[in-house]
């Protein structure tokens, strides 16, 4: 290959840069030319393009977000979207592509790949961590770092006015990051969608709690399980103890990536680019304890990534 395409699509994560400047600097090295298309499959659609050389990712390494926007393309879903786009590829002479993002974007890295023989390489970029084939996706070390740099602070206010802070974070299917934070934050109590959980149950070892002269206490949970507001008015229903509650939002998705991630995704970016390269296609790359791993996309998008049940146990202990 002597040109290939890179986009970072779907939602934003921390590192995603880094993971371009990976994939860049991993390409270049091996004589091959690199274009960036700009918001994500939308871009290739539009044929919205950036050069891309060592100098135009320089020092984007700390920066969130992605240099190359993002989007989401409903008519990059449909078979008629993707065989224009696939059409624009090889009209502009980029022979693959690279995809860092998530679920969604994987999906259709796998679909332009089975139904033209498109050759891609995906890079999992995602806050949630939910992505099978990974231990760690780009973003979700930095958004759980940002997440608990609010709880930790939450914690002394509810400590100096004695209440139940009630902390929303992200995680619509999953808890990955509610789980992870509860943990590290020694939350009271954390409710995520895998699990079955009861508001009274939560109401009685708050009472508990008072009753051993705790007075304050973080319950976490994740958008897809409950939402905060609705957790801290059946609190104070059942229990007449003073709650507040706080939406994280969008916040979890910004802000300088962790070291962990800036490592992670410059490893995975060019290990991308250098298996494109090589011929592979077809492939999410991702790590395996420390080590670079790579797997079918058909197998990454069939399996289903669970949180750890040690995690859990260890949650449901430190609870207490």
Not at 151 to 172: L, P, Q, W
Not at 208 to 235: L, P, T, W
């Amino acid at each position: 290959m002597k040109r290939i395409g890179v986009i970072t699509s779907g939602g934003d994560a921390p590192g995603m840069n880094a993971a371009l400047r990976g994939t860049v600097r991993a390409a270049i090295s091996r004589g091959a030319e690199i274009i960036g298309f700009l918001h994500g499959y939308s871009g290739i659609l539009a044929k919205e393009t950036m050069s891309l050389d060592s100098m135009s990712v320089g020092g984007i390494i700390t920066q969130g977000g992605t240099i190359l926007r993002t989007a989401r393309c409903k008519e990059f879903m449909e078979f008629a979207g993707r065989e224009r786009a696939v059409g624009n590829l090889r009209e502009l002479g980029v022979e693959g592509l690279v995809v860092i993002g998530g679920d969604g974007s994987l999906t259709g890295a796998r679909a332009i790949h089975e139904e033209f023989g498109f050759p891609v390489l995906g890079v999992p970029g995602s806050i949630d961590n939910d992505i099978s084939g990974t231990d760690f996706s780009i973003g979700f070390d930095t958004a759980v770092n940002t997440a608990l740099e609010a709880i930790d602070r939450v914690r002394d206010t509810a400590y100096s006015h004695e209440r139940i802070f009630v902390i929303e974070v992200m995680g619509r299917h999953n808890g990955f990051i509610a789980l992870e934070v509860g943990l590290a934050g020694g939350a009271e109590a954390v409710i995520i969608p895998e699990v079955p959980f009861s508001l009274l149950d939560i109401c009685d070892t708050m009472l508990a709690m008072r009753q051993k002269g705790k007075n304050s206490s973080i319950i976490i949970v994740a958008e897809g399980a409950a939402r905060a507001s609705d957790v801290k008015d059946f609190i104070h229903k059942h229990t007449g103890l003073e709650s507040r509650y706080m939406v994280l939002g969008h916040m979890q998705r910004g802000g300088r990536p962790t070291a962990f991630d800036r490592v992670l995704a410059l490893r995975l970016g060019a290990m991308a680019a250098n298996r494109l390269l090589s011929g592979y296609s077809g492939e999410m790359v991702g790590v395996d304890g420390n080590k670079l791993v790579s797997h079918p996309l058909g197998y990454v998008l069939t399996t289903k990534r669970t949180v750890d049940p040690e995690k859990l146990l260890l949650a449901e202990v430190m609870s207490n």
